[in-house]
């Protein structure tokens, strides 16, 4: 019984080691920590919910057009059902608020031989302007290989439309979800493509209006000029998928 003793004392000396407060403290620590880099992110709000198109409308209508539907927890043009119907005024998606210096995530997915784009300080004044495209910078979204954009320079995914050409390509290949950021923050814009800076430019500066003046944008005057507007998902008459859309204001 008393050779026991020893074995019975080692026990309750590991069982009141593994319970201590230092072990404890520990454990918290480590919680706290992964709870903080979860929540380290923060300042992003989401645009989409996931089931409805709340925050959202057409541009020009105070509604969201038909050809716009919720399907998977993603926004989805699908003019499959709109066939022989020409692209109109209110086909662009377009947010309900306007920004100016924010740091917008979103992921898309495009159809085979499918065009689109992410347009952003959309200036809404349909008595000026019948596009989004005649104030607001355009982050194509593209099929490269199917689409004739594709190969023009300056067209293709990733690119700030008609304007500079990515850095390098990292599109993923299609039917994939492609991770996009674009950044704008007192001048300065950054687009990111799936993890990598592709475009980085300074606004409204001489090389801007340079670099304006020799695009096909030469020709509308309150291109590129506006310093707060409304984010905009471009139809063009393909399918395209857009899903977690979340803004953070810079």
């Not at 920004?99 to 979103?106: A, E, I, P, S, T």
């Amino acid at each position: 019984m008393l050779n026991k003793l020893p074995m019975l004392a080692g026990a309750m000396f590991i069982l009141f080691s593994c319970n201590s407060p230092e072990s404890n403290t520990a454990a918290t620590a480590e919680t706290t920590t992964d709870t903080l880099s979860v929540k380290s992110d923060t300042g992003f709000v989401s645009l989409f919910d996931g089931t409805t198109t709340a925050g959202w409308h057409s541009y020009g209508k105070s509604t969201v057009d038909s050809v716009w539907h919720v399907v998977d927890g993603a926004i989805v043009s699908d003019t499959s059902k709109l066939k022989n119907v020409p692209s109109t005024i209110g086909r662009d998606l377009v947010t309900n608020d306007e920004y100016d210096n924010f740091h917008l995530k979103m992921q898309w997915k495009i159809a085979p031989k499918g065009n689109s784009g992410i347009i952003f300080f959309v200036h809404e004044d349909t008595t000026k302007y019948k596009a989004v495209y005649l104030t607001g910078l355009e982050m194509q979204v593209l099929d490269n290989d199917g689409h004739k954009d594709g190969k023009i320079p300056k067209h293709r995914a990733g690119d700030l439309y008609d304007l500079i050409a990515c850095s390098t390509e990292t599109v993923k290949p299609l039917g994939e979800w492609n991770d996009v950021e674009i950044i704008s923050n007192n001048g300065k814009l950054d687009l990111v493509l799936n993890g990598t800076t592709v475009v980085t430019t300074t606004l409204w500066d001489d090389n801007w209006k340079k670099m304006v003046a020799g695009s096909k944008f030469k020709d509308m005057p309150d291109f590129g000029t506006y310093k707060k507007g409304h984010i905009a998902l471009q139809e063009h008459g393909d399918m395209v998928s857009y899903r977690n859309i979340q803004i953070k204001k810079l």
